[in-house]
């Protein structure tokens, strides 16, 4: 959560005309799968992932075209990681 929240920062407190709610959205979810994989989620055991799926629940992964995306590049990323660490 604070990844994520600091991402956001510098545009939520612009001073920029050209900053908008919709562009402050696209980059909240476009910092969405970085702010995941760099906080770990990749390593968490299959448990962990169950609860976070539990927790924000499944249809919410995929309730729009932007959490879908999000979603999407999380899991490639940590598909990424799995199959350098198999290759070692």
Same mark, same amino acid.
Request: negative net charge; hydrophobic residues 45%; contains cysteine.
């Given at each position: ?10 545009? &939520?407190?612009? =001073? *920029? $005309? !050209? +900053? =908008?709610?919709? *562009?402050?959205?696209?980059? %909240? @979810?476009?910092?969405? &799968?970085?702010? #995941? +994989?760099? !906080?770990?989620?990749? $390593?968490?055991?299959? !448990?962990?992932?169950? &609860?976070? +799926? ?5 249809? =919410?992964? @995929?309730? !729009?075209?932007? %959490? @879908? /995306?999000? =979603?999407?590049?999380?899991?490639? +990323?940590?598909?990424?990681? #799995?199959?350098? %660490? /198999? &290759?070692?």
């Amino acid at each position: 959560m604070q990844c994520l929240q600091k991402a956001l920062v510098p545009d &939520a407190i612009g =001073t *920029s $005309t !050209s +900053v =908008t709610c919709d *562009s402050i959205r696209q980059k %909240a @979810f476009g910092t969405h &799968a970085g702010c #995941y +994989v760099g !906080s770990g989620l990749c $390593t968490l055991p299959p !448990s962990d992932w169950l &609860a976070i +799926v539990h927790i924000v629940q499944f249809k =919410t992964l @995929f309730d !729009s075209w932007d %959490a @879908f /995306l999000a =979603t999407l590049k999380t899991g490639e +990323v940590c598909l990424g990681f #799995y199959l350098f %660490a /198999l &290759a070692l």
